[in-house]
T-cell receptor
């Protein structure tokens, strides 16, 4: 168990477009979901933490108006990159955690390329 | 100084070799330790999750934690080409902590 699905896996779009990425926990309810960004050959950088039904908590330096997060249910969180620009091109990965002392389980990531 | 240090490699071993991957850390409050495997263009997959010091074994994988030395290891026995991936260590002070501190990852290649 503990499968996290992320969609789409790849997005290529023009500058100025808004892009929505979905993260679903398929076989468990996730009280908390996380959004990360990963640059080539680097580790994961936490962008924000979202709890179902409440506002996301953003890490320092992450623009909340740029990266909109919605955690509408215990199995779904979405990240919308608004008015994306080439510098937003990256690998975005979500993770989900059940509750208590449970580890995070990751989705397969979304490779975003802004032309 | 980074919270978690991990040699990025790359590390190349022949098939069947025993692989040792390591991380060191500076925060003595860390109690929960994880190893993730990440294939190219995929998300990290949880391999091992341990609490406090000691060993944990799962098939060909053994995780070791030495809190006194602030040192954790992942051993892979009878390594296979399918083990070729980047291995990330991660740790936190609380099991359900939002803040996971990751190593930079070690890139492993197992040569057939």
């Amino acid at each position: 168990g503990a499968v996290v699905s992320q969609h789409p896996s790849r997005v290529i779009c023009k500058s100025g477009t808004s892009v929505k990425i979905e993260c679903r926990s398929l076989d468990f309810q996730a009280t908390t979901m996380f959004w990360y960004r990963q640059f080539p050959k680097q580790s994961l950088m936490l962008m924000a933490t979202s709890n179902e039904g409440s506002k996301a908590t953003y890490e320092q330096g992450v623009e909340k108006d740029k990266f909109l997060i919605n955690h509408a249910s215990l199995t779904l969180s979405t990240l919308t990159v608004t008015s994306a620009h080439p510098e937003d091109s990256s690998f975005y990965i979500c993770s989900a955690r059940r509750f208590g002392n449970q580890p995070q389980h990751f989705g397969d990531g979304t490779r975003l390329s802004i032309l | 100084q980074k919270e978690v240090e991990q040699d990025p490699g790359p590390l190349s071993v022949p098939e069947g070799a025993i692989v040792s991957l390591n991380c060191t850390y500076s925060n003595s409050a860390f109690q929960y330790f994880m190893w993730y495997r990440q294939y190219s263009r995929k998300g990290p997959e949880l391999l091992m999750y341990t609490y406090s010091s000691g060993n944990k074994e799962d098939g060909r994988f053994t995780a070791q934690v030495d809190k006194s030395s602030k040192y954790i290891s992942l051993f892979i026995r009878d390594s296979q080409p399918s083990d070729s991936a980047t291995y990330l260590c991660a740790m936190s002070a609380q099991g359900g902590a939002n803040n996971l501190f990751f190593g930079t990852g070690t890139r492993l290649t197992v040569i057939p």
